[in-house]
DNA sequence: TGCCAGGCCGGGT
DNA sequence: ACCCGGCATGGC
């Protein structure tokens, strides 16, 4: 992939606020209307923790209508800074400062923060190994045959971390190019995608281990496989 | 016109 | 522990 399509650069965001608010603004949305967002959000002078603090909650909602699910994304960014004030000062230094795991539960514990929007902001605003299984990711993983069609979240995630060296850099690049192959060849509606680049590095299907077939329990996985 | 997009929550089994 | 409907805008 990365020779396919080169280095992706992610995320594409210049500050730790901004990674934060784009991945809560781009949940289950197309990242454009999440870039119009806080692009308003920026013209408007809104990107600063202290100013969203003072922002009516009407304001928020005004200023990320492009983003869609726009009541929902405004609440959740309220209750991220609101969450962020009492726990941490204000602070997203006292924030990162954290163990990743520690981190990670006390986000999921902020309404409308799930799995997938604590781990973009564990890798790409903290930097940490924290593999973001998100929708493009387990649809190409599980077109392929290396997951079941119905596997979640985590165990998607766990799939990855079982054979992947904790490599922060790692992560946010591979996670980076399945996006673009995703949006390129695994679209939703598309049952197969033989143009995928993925294909020349995969076995033949016909050669294939089901790895996570059914019930059988993962396979132990040699050290830096 | 209809489908899709880098989810998450709450209520129901 | 799943399953489902609701949430909403913008692009093709």
Redesign the pocket.
Known sequence: MLRAFGPQG???ARTRLE?IL???L???????????AIRNLKDNGLLSLVKLKRASLDEL?FHV????????????IRNFVDWLEHSCGGSLNVMFARPAAELRRQL?????????????ILL?AGRHPVF?A??????ILARHGLVRD?A??SEVQGFLHQRLPPDAALFNEF??LL?EV??RY?????ALCEECPLEEFLPKKHERQPLLAGAAAPQPVSEGA
């Open positions: 992610w995320w594409p990674v784009g991945a809560i781009v949940q289950n949305t197309a990242w454009q209307n999440a870039a119009l909602e209508k492009s983003a869609g699910f726009y009541r929902q994304k405004a609440r959740t999921l514990g902020i309404k409308g923060l799930g799995p997938e929007t604590a781990d973009a790409y973001v998100d929708a493009y990711t387990r649809r119905c979640g979240y996670h980076a996006v995703g949006k695994c679209k939703r509606q598309v």
